[in-house]
């Protein structure tokens, strides 16, 4: 192996303006240092313990149930509530009231005193008054269908269908999970040196983790209970297909654009990463495994089930030619000296197809690649440093921007969008400029238009000007030009994407940021929102222990009629009913 060139990464990278164009950044798959893909490995590694530890619910399944989750170094809980609601009040949006399932993940022991102020406070979400030792707090509603199907066939002894699983992949679907010192809870800080969740988002996928064991075990309780002697557990291999689904609006993208230094340092360690692995020379032993990812793509790409037509087209597409590089994989390895060219010879296919691709190569170095899974953490300090000039930054600007400074904000078609928060909702909104309401509480996201502004600003000034100088007399550029000065000194930089423009898409963001999450399953419903899974197809917890555990989780399948059969002598073992 060519030592030199595996371990010299920073001059292999992918440039920004490959890697940050909203395109690629919206056709994002998970890898091996997504979070939920670092959350499950170390629950493995550090063999964390988790058990029922309070399991009161009535015969219809409400009321609250407790989880203990022990670490090598603290104890946890779960504490699930879940309440009758009609269909009525089940709502994806934020601004609901009420939902089938309010949770909460939070440090130390539950007392019955700690217990009734939970009950008290965590249904009513935003609303309620927590202790701060909750870590995450948040709320799923069922996949009512999902739900029924599976309660109703179990307790008649028989298996769901496989089929009406795959359209949905989850029971239970989150609306919110929130974290870092949200409505009083817990701030990042008390996390910071906590070696169990000092990793970002890390203690809400851990808590999303634990609801999926909770809806498994809610549908086989309630099975139980309405079945009796003739009720049976579901299959296993379904069990480890169901994940736990998500509704991703437009909120998500204002995060994207108001932490630029947190997606810098995710695309950078990402792009770091993958630099390794295209480095490395190609072996015809890695030819086997590869091409198993791609066919499991392939055939993950065919399960896909979703109601938009682009990504629909996006899927076919990308299965076509990844077909056709299944076909010609090996003599492209032959042919090939690193698995750079590999890539190099494969950007014809789509983004999609190529992201892909890329995924599956970092599965083939789980050494190199998980060696950065603690590296998303970053400061997100804007600064720009005394004693530049105005050319200091000019030079910034046409070498990190040019998406923005050669593009003519004067053009109706460039200012599109604008962004504001809606007064009665709270939630992020598109308007039409010149057209619609609220234009004048437009959100400052106008990153693209910001930047064009600035360099207009400094052209005109000596290019020997102090910036503290210029900054002085035109302070309405201090914001942006510490932004640009920060992150055109990074990386991966900003994302280049004007969000105003009339044809950008904000499902670029949301998909880039739900897949360094780890979400599988794209189901674009719009525009503007999305539903995802998280820890589809992951192991179950009882397997995280075995010494053979594996991640071999990428691309989830559904099961074989072969894979259910295998199962169904264990589920009559385990329950004594029919399989």
């Known amino acids: 192996m060519d030592a030199h060139r595996s371990t010299n990464t920073k001059a292999s990278m992918r440039s920004a303006d490959v890697v940050m164009v909203p395109e690629r950044l919206g056709a994002m798959h998970q890898n091996r240092i997504s979070f939920v893909r670092t959350m499950i490995r ?20 409400f009321g609250h149930v407790i989880y203990k989750l022990v670490t090598p170094h603290h104890v946890y809980h779960l504490v699930v509530f879940c309440d009758h609601i009609a269909d009525d009040e089940r709502n994806d949006r934020v601004i609901a009231e009420k939902w089938d399932v309010t949770f909460a993940l939070l440090q130390g022991d539950v007392d019955v005193a700690l217990l009734e102020r939970l009950r008290a406070n965590v249904p009513l979400q935003e609303a309620g008054r927590n202790p701060n030792t909750v870590l995450v707090l948040a709320r799923a509603n069922k996949s009512v269908r999902v739900f029924e199907h599976i309660v109703s066939h179990l307790a008649t002894g028989v298996q ?22 949200k409505f009083g809870i817990a701030d990042f800080k008390l996390l910071e040196n ?10 809400q996928m851990c808590a999303v983790y634990l609801l999926r064991e909770f809806s498994l075990d809610w549908v086989n309780y309630l099975a ?17 297909y169901l994940g ?105 296919m789509s983004m999609e197809a190529q992201e892909i691709l890329l995924t599956c190569l970092m599965e083939l170095y789980p050494e190199r690649v998980d060696a950065y899974q603690e590296q998303m953490n970053c400061d997100e300090t804007l600064s720009l440093p005394s004693g530049k000039q105005v050319q200091d930054l000019i030079t910034t600007l046409e070498q990190h921007y040019r998406w923005a400074i050669d593009t003519d904000f004067n053009q109706t078609e ?13 939630e992020p909104r598109l308007g039409v400029r010149g057209e619609e309401a609220g234009e004048e509480r437009e959100l400052p996201l106008d990153i693209g238009r910001q930047v064009y502004r600035l360099y207009q600003a400094l052209s005109v000034q000596p290019p020997t000007q102090s910036l503290a100088e210029f900054l002085v007399l035109q302070p309405q550029f201090r914001a942006i030009a510490r932004r640009v000065w920060t992150l055109g000194n990074k990386a991966m930089g900003d994302i280049q994407m004007n969000v105003l423009h009339q ?19 794209f189901d674009p419903r719009s525009d503007r929102w999305v539903r ?12 995280l222990s075995t010494p053979s555990f594996q991640e071999q989780w990428l691309f989830p399948l559904l099961p074989s009629q072969d894979e259910l059969k295998a199962s169904c002598h264990s589920n009559q073992q385990q329950y004594g009913g029919k399989g």
């Open 244 to 348: 736990i689904g998500n509704a991703t609006g437009l909120g998500m993208a204002p995060y994207l654009i108001n932490h630029p230094c947190i997606v810098d340092q995710w695309m950078t360690t990402r792009e770091a990463a993958l630099a390794e692995v295209l480095a490395c020379p190609t072996e015809l032993a890695k030819y086997a495994y590869l091409q198993a990812l791609l066919q499991k793509a392939i055939l993950h790409l065919t399960q896909v089930v979703t109601i938009n037509e682009h990504q629909q087209l996006l899927n076919n597409v990308a299965e076509s030619e990844l077909k056709r590089l299944d076909n010609e994989l090996e003599a492209l390895i032959t042919s090939c000296d690193t698995w750079q060219q590999v890539v190099e010879s494969s950007l014809h």
């Open 160 to 181: 769901p269908d496989p089929a009406a699983l795959a359209e949905v992949g989850y029971i239970l679907r989150t609306t919110a999970v929130y974290g870092n010192g």
């Open 194 to 203: 906590n070696p169990d969740f000092n990793q970002s988002f890390s203690a």
């Open 532 to 543: 995802v899974t998280f820890f589809q197809g992951a192991p179950l917890l009882d397997e």
């Open 42 to 61: 170390k629950m493995a590694q550090q063999q964390w313990q988790v058990t029922q530890h309070e399991w009161q619910l009535c015969p219809q399944g």
């Open 503 to 521: 044809a950008s898409l904000p499902m670029h963001l949301l998909r880039c940021k739900l897949a360094v999450f780890g979400a599988t399953k």
């Open 414 to 426: 460039n200012s599109y969008w604008f962004w504001y928060r809606s007064q009665d909702k709270e």
């Open 224 to 240: 139980k209970q309405q079945g009796g002697a003739q009720a049976i557990a579901l299959h296993r291999e379904l069990q480890r």
